[in-house]
């Protein structure tokens, strides 16, 4: 096991370096400008001596290297400066949003938080709704709540985060009143009112992504019940008289947990990521907020950056998850 | 004796009333939001009016301009005019006053060098400055002494008034931005982002592209204002949620930019929580005719450009056609309600400069026909489209993603269909359309296409550099990268000629003369640019929020210092 994680984890390194290598020319080639949201009034030359001050005008290849060398040296030392007070990244250029000029990693260290609380919270609430639908659908496969959770699902597949968000938004926040629309990033929780507040905030869009989540969640864990309610084992268990909740959730259950635990580890990095649509909506200042403005303001080295990190978390993540998979099923061994 | 007391004592309540109401920081907390955050509150290092309106809430000019596009002093103690003896008489200088007493929010005096330093930041080669325009033509900004800031220009300047004035190009604090001038400019996050102002705020808190929260400036030179405690910016979503947020929960105060269909503009409103307010100032929706032929069976690095006419577009009558064809107020009712005019201007204000052209307000459908007949223009095979010399009247209209101006493209198909021109529609994301590079297709200086749609406007109610863009030489062409403003490629030596003599002029009444002609020789005489609808600034603010004058010719901020709370 420890050598197929060490053989694993070596081969990341040259696909990363592949991907942020695809990852700056789809960037750099996609079409769009900083420029383009300067007002028409500012004239040509002016534009010119904004773009030279980026630092944009420079040769691609040139501003690759140049970024490999902040994110992996740059970065990493100004952390390391901030722990233990040396001064290696001192007078060395950090990673600057073409945006706001500010440091990126300062924004998404602003932001991470944010990300990780609501769209977190929408992930676990998501898992905890759809387990036990789907269990149940399964085990009463066609029966009336069966029927409901597959409507249900279909709901949250096909409905868009954008619509069912604007529709909660008109219904809990403009028609009852009891949910502010727009998120408070400024909030400190410090005692029970403002955790009260802070919970009323995260309600319409942890509503919205749970929904979304749920809804996938749900069948997968149903489809994997189904699988295993059929197997032999079942049969020996029932026939051995135990009960059909012990059947159920310890034999049955157990073995469905497998491919689903997978799947929702596989979903981690999607937290990271953020939920561009619901973060917009709902004023939320979480990651996907931020990548969706970067690439409308044509910030690459927000872009790209975050576009790396979120390749990162997922190479991790699916290791994680061919790790997990190992350690539940005994069967699967990888050396 | 008793009429003497109460006479007194009724003097004495008029005199408590305004300081009971007017205390600073009595009315708590303001709280603004903006369809698009908030990224940098350094105006010279932005060029995004959002940014801008945030900035100019902690950072102050000279002098702005109010809402009738008037010039008031805000720093200065006054407007140096040629009667008070501030603008030298051959105009190659301004000299500003400062207001005796100024503190900067962390208590350091303000100084003549500050403006000076502000000068020479934004005007460092390598620093950037998106305000640059503000400070073209002058020579040199003194410190005559600490209270005195001379401008020298290079060459005698009609409107000096440009340096230091309006939002747009604040002063900065020399001691927090010394380290900043140059290629460090973007480097100082704190000062950029935090920057020490004299305005009726200063900033405490700020995430990038978020939240921007302030507070009362403690030296804020008039001690009754501002009278809220602290100010909140929070950005992000779209325009439809920010208007929501302050006509419909009533979560805000104040939302700029609530640029939304009418029929949600009239829904909202119904709600009673809030108000729209509107300010008109020279954005005009237009359709841009190009006068070169952008056929892509011509090499690269000669379509679109001067040396092929375009074929259909270069005659007069088409382009009337095309104009009178369009019927505006039904742009302005589907499209913008009370944030839109129907306008035949590229100039539609102030009044005194905006000509009286109104020829274009009625669609004549059958005046449009008739003319394109004239030209030539015939249906000779019965297809409902027109021809001539067996080429088909037909055109490629491009504009940016953008809902009205799918729904605007829409209908203006539909009335050129009528007259006969065959249209093909597109729509490109709008990052690059107005990106400007130079290797994309696509961009709107490229102009790849017959008729473009898009809005522009002068950032000063004085609109002599706006006229410049039509000069020849600012046509756009593979020798300039493809920049330039003459989008059209329009050139005619009489309108070069009138422009010239304009930037030579003084006299206000005649500068307002000239400015007509040349937006006449644009518009109705050449219909080389089309306009269609004069656009205001839609902005909402909350019926608990007084003090509130929105504002076309400066930020709507301006006089964020005189807003209260209705109680």
Known sequence: MLTFTLRRL????????????????????????????????????????????????????????????????????????????????????????WQSRSPVFTIIGQRIPQTLIVIGTAYLVGILIALPIGIYSAYRQYSLFDQGGTLFAMIGFSVPTFFSGTLF???????????????????????????????????????????????????????????????????????????????????????????????????????????????????????????????????????????????VLIVLFNLIADILYGLLDPRIRYD | MKMRAALLGAVAVMGLAPAAFAERGADGEVKLTFPQAVSIVNPYLSGGTKDILAAAMVLEPLAVVDPNGVLVPRLAVEIPTMENGGVSADMTSITWKLQPGLLWSDG?????????????????????????????????????????????????????????????????????????????APTCTDANNMPIGTGP?????????????????????????????TAVIKGGGDAEGSARAV????????????????????????AGKGQFVVAFGTLVERIEMNMTDPSPELPEGERATVKHPHPILS??????????????????????????????????GPEAWASDNTACLTQDLEGAKALLEEAGWTDSDGDGIRDKDGKKLSILYQTTVNPIRQDFQALIKDWWTEIGVEVELKAIDPGVFFGGDPGSPDTFQKFYADVEMYANNSDNPDPETYLGQYQCKNAPSPETQWQGENINRFCDPAYDALH?????????????????????????????????????????????????????????????????RVK
Request: with cysteine; hydrophobic share 45%.
């Open chain 1, 169 to 311: 938004i008109i219904i809990f926040a403009v028609w009852l009143g009891w949910f502010p629309t727009k998120y408070d990033t400024q909030l400190v929780v410090n005692d029970w009112n403002s955790f009260l507040e802070q919970m009323r905030q995260m309600a319409l869009p942890v509503m919205t992504l749970g929904l979304a989540n749920a809804a996938a969640i749900s069948r997968y864990m149903r489809s994997s019940m189904l699988d295993n309610m059929t197997m032999d084992y079942v049969r020996t268990a029932r026939a051995k008289g135990m009960t059909e909740r012990t059947v159920v959730l310890k034999h049955v259950l157990r073995n469905s947990l497998i491919p689903v635990v997978t799947v929702i580890a596989l979903g981690i990095p999607s937290i990271f990521g953020g939920a561009i649509i619901t973060e917009n909506l709902f004023g939320v200042n979480g990651i996907g907020a931020a990548l969706i403005g970067a690439i409308h303001a044509s910030d690459l080295p927000m872009v790209q950056t975050l576009a790396f990190i979120f390749a």
């Open chain 2, 247 to 270: 006509m419909e929960t009533g979560e805000f105060d104040y939302a700029w930019n609530t640029q939304i269909p009418p029929d949600s503009q009239a829904a909202m409103a119904a």
């Open chain 2, 201 to 229: 705020f200063k900033v405490v808190g700020f995430t990038v592209n978020d939240t921007v929260s302030m507070e009362a400036n403690p030296n804020y030179r008039d001690p009754a204002k501002p009278a809220f405690a």
């Open chain 2, 315 to 348: 005659d007069i009558k088409v382009r009337t056609a095309l104009s009178k064809a369009i019927d505006r107020s039904i742009l302005v009712e589907v499209g913008y309600g009370a944030g839109g005019k129907p306008t035949c201007n590229v100039i539609p």
């Open chain 2, 500 to 564: 010239a003599e304009l930037t030579q002029t003084t006299d206000l009444a005649k500068r307002q003369e000239i400015a007509k002609k040349l937006n006449d020789m644009v518009t109705k005489d050449s219909m080389v640019v089309v306009p269609l609808v004069h656009r205001g600034t839609l902005s909402a603010h909350s019926n608990t929020l007084g003090g509130v004058q929105i504002n076309a010719w400066d930020m709507e901020t301006w006089n964020v210092a005189d807003w209260f």
């Open chain 1, 10 to 97: 070596l081969l990341a390194i040259p696909t990363l370096l592949v991907i942020s290598l695809v990852i700056f020319l789809l960037v750099d080639l996609a079409p769009g400008s900083p420029m383009s949201e300067i007002p028409l009034t500012v004239p040509p030359e002016v534009r010119q001596k904004m773009i030279e001050a980026l630092g944009a005008d420079q040769p691609v290849f040139v501003r690759y290297l140049l970024w490999l060398r902040q994110f992996f040296w740059v970065e990493p030392a100004y952390l390391i400066d901030g722990w233990f007070g040396t001064t290696w990244s001192e007078g060395e250029q950090r990673i600057l949003s």
């Open chain 2, 108 to 184: 350091t005096p303000v100084t003549a060098d500050d403006a000076v330093f502000t000068w020479q930041y934004c005007t460092h080669p390598e620093g950037g400055c998106s305000q640059a325009t503000k400070y073209e033509g002058v020579a040199s900004v003194e410190a005559v002494d600490p209270s005195t800031i001379k401008v020298t220009f290079s060459a005698p300047k009609p409107n000096p008034y440009t340096a230091f004035v309006s939002g747009l190009s604040p002063i900065l604090q020399k001691a927090q931005f010394e380290a900043c001038i140059g290629a460090a």
